[in-house]
């Protein structure tokens, strides 16, 4: 609970207290108004307040301002003996209750989000003289040797220089399983160190790891709006004034006519169902509920490492007609195994290690596995400087050489004689100074669950699985026919995906939206162009963190099912809530317009239906696994 929370509480209890004791207490005429403003004001005052400063700002209508004047009415009504001051602390007592309720409901579901920020490591170690000493992680700079102790979180991305152990990265993908680590290899920020003690040398500053990108977009989750939030938004602001207009007609209308008929006004009688009328149509319930159904909704995902950036994108989820995936790196792991090497006059180690030293600067999935075949290799042929050239492969200059490594495209474009490799796999043709030294063929793995996240989609709604991808028509078919996605486009560029991307958007049908879900390597401008970017695996990937709209922390296909299916409970949600307030309100205000409703049935309209909405709303967090 925050202090002003507090605060509320206990001027709410006491104001119940105090007007319990009023009610038992035998004093008539002003002293009773007077003791009665008591609790009226210790429960009323910030909202009179807020009230006058809407009236000043030119700016009235909001709950604040009906609740003010319903209460004075009712007070109005008290002192010349038609109504009961009971029914003015009442009406205020339960609407500070019911949004003591509502905020405290919102605190806890932030709260939940923020139990992303456990990840946020509040020190680095560093060695000085032998002693470890705890410094601030924004001091570090690149290239430093941090030590990371068993229990501690790992505050910046870095390489493991010496010691291994194993990483728990449940806080940022949801994921249970440790990972074991050793010299080498690559670690990122926000994991826990669960084993032994380890050393890494940083490879990024703290702003820029992965810990910082991801609570940067966690926080920032709350300032895209969904098309519902703004719909109440909108409406709200029509709604309060029509109200008001409403009650005014109300209170003067009818006893008009009477006295037009000849019969008594009846003013106060009237004044009483215009006040009614007031409390009942406060649209607080909505205006709440839609934005908190989102917000529990965002972090029950976060929960599962699927970040969210926005309500808007939640909502556009459930609507999803067709979905592209890129291949390599996403339907796919990435990591290729070398199937078949084919030298043209030199040995296959030699033809290897070529190919690894032109991939020396390169991050492509491709260039990572032919590094990690082909063992050590010799200072002097690795280049200075390469050249990469998206969706085809990479030039690299080695002294006066000229080395290109990449796909069929790319020997066509340098004009490079070579022999087409039949072998299914993704072929790479390696050149030297124009001319072919021969190819390697290697097959990727496809993740385990790529065909059951296809299936599940289907099942889902979605109504067309696409694959995009830059490698050959044999490697896309082959993968494809694996996962059960029998749409294909190959040997596509960056521009080409974007092109297509393009199409499928206007192939859509109104009101539906395309994803596409690619891992950030040579997709990024898709990211950002479709519908709903979904970045998978993107924990490496800045440009993918960047681009992407829904970021899953870590490679499962299936995550994207799970989203889907937390974006259609909060929208049914968020419709359950809407209809539920608008019918009970309307009903109220029927009753209370004719009569048939009193003051106390215009707090359940108003505080009941809040309550109620906000509860229902808080569905979105519960989320159980196997509603996948
Ligand atoms: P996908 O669309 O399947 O993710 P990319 O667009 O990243 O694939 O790459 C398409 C193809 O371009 C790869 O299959 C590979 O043949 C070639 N390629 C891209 N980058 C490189 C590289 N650095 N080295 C070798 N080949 C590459
Ligand atoms: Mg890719």
Redesign the pocket.
């Known amino acids: 609970m925050t202090k002003k929370q507090k605060k509320t509480l206990i001027r709410i209890i006491v104001t119940a207290v105090m007007t319990v004791g009023l009610i038992f207490t035998p004093v008539d005429g002003w002293l009773r108004l007077f003791l009665f403003l008591i609790p009226y004001f210790i429960i009323g005052y910030d909202i009179l307040i807020k009230a006058v400063k809407g009236i000043i700002n030119l700016q009235p209508f909001d709950e604040c301002f009906l609740m003010a004047i319903a209460t004075i009415g009712a007070l109005v009504l008290a002192v010349t003996g038609d109504g009961d001051y009971l029914e003015a602390i009442a009406v205020m007592l339960f609407y500070q209750t019911g949004e003591w309720f509502q905020s405290y409901a919102v605190g806890k579901s932030r709260r939940s989000i923020s139990e992303l920020m456990d990840i946020r490591p509040d020190y680095a170690n560093i060695e000085e003289n032998g002693k470890l000493i705890r410094v601030d992680p924004d001091e570090i700079e690149t290239g430093t040797i941090i030590v990371v102790k068993p229990g501690e979180k790992i505050p910046i991305d870095g390489v493991v220089t010496e010691g291994s152990s194993s990483l728990d990265a449940a806080a940022l993908t949801g994921e249970s399983l440790p990972r074991s680590v050793s010299v080498g290899e690559q670690v990122i920020s926000g994991c826990v160190n669960l084993s032994g003690t380890l050393r890494i040398r940083t490879e990024k500053e703290f702003e820029d790891s992965t810990v910082s990108r991801i609570l940067d977009l966690v926080e920032n989750a709350g300032s895209r709006k969904s098309r519902s939030e703004n719909f109440i938004t909108r409406f709200a602001r029509v709604y309060t004034p029509a109200v008001v207009t409403g009650a005014l007609l109300l209170a003067l209308v009818p006893p008009i006519i009477r006295i037009l008929c000849g019969t008594e006004a009846l003013w106060t009688v009237w004044l009483y169902r215009a006040l009614t009328f007031l409390v009942i149509s406060c649209p607080c319930a909505l205006v709440v509920s839609v934005p908190l159904s989102f917000f529990a909704g965002i972090g029950s995902a976060s929960r599962d490492g699927i970040l969210i950036k926005g309500s808007n994108y939640l909502e556009q989820l459930a609507k999803t007609q067709i979905i592209a995936f ?5 339907l796919t792991k990435g990591v290729f195994e070398v199937t078949k090497v084919s030298p043209a006059g030199i040995s296959e180690k030699e033809l290897l290690q070529t190919a690894a030293a032109a ?1 020396q600067f ?1 991050t ?4 990572v596995s ?1 590094r990690n075949k082909s063992g050590d290799i010799p200072q002097d042929i690795i280049p200075q400087s390469a050249e ?7 030039c690299a200059k080695s002294g006066k050489d000229k080395i290109c ?3 069929g ?2 020997m066509e474009r340098m004009g490079i004689e070579y022999i087409p490799e039949t072998q299914p796999g ?3 043709y390696v050149s030297k100074n124009d001319k072919f030294l021969g190819s390697i063929v290697i097959s990727d793995v496809i993740r385990p669950t790529a065909k059951g996240a296809v299936e599940a989609l289907e099942r889902c709604g979605i109504e067309r699985a696409v694959m ?5 028509r044999s ?1 896309a078919e082959h993968i494809a026919a694996m996962t059960g996605i029998k749409e294909i486009h190959s040997g ?3 521009e080409d ?1 974007v092109g297509i991307v393009a199409r499928l958007i206007e192939e859509k049908k109104t009101g539906r939206t395309v994803a596409f879900a ?2 950030g ?3 990024a401008p898709v990211l950002s162009m479709a519908d709903i970017g979904i970045a998978m695996g993107a924990m490496g990937s800045d440009a993918a963190i960047e681009a992407a709209d829904i970021v899953l922390m870590d490679d499962d296909p299936m995550k994207i099912v799970r989203a889907i299916s937390i974006s259609n409970k909060c929208l049914r949600i968020v419709r359950e809530n809407i209809w539920f307030s608008i019918t009970i309100k309307l009903v109220c205000l029927l009753l209370g317009a004719i009569g048939f409703a009193n003051m106390w049935v215009a707090i359940f309209a108003d505080v009941g239906v809040l309550v109620l909405a906000v509860l229902n709303a808080l569905r979105c967090q519960i989320h159980r696994n196997d509603a996948v």
Do not use: Q, R
Request: charged content about 20%.
């Open positions: 890129d291949k390599t790196g996403t991939e390169s492509h999935p491709v260039a032919l990469e050239i998206a969706g085809c492969g990479i490594v990449g796909n495209k790319l993704t072929v790479i995009l991808t830059g490698d050959s490697a596509l560029l960056p995906k690619g891992d390597i040579n997709d």
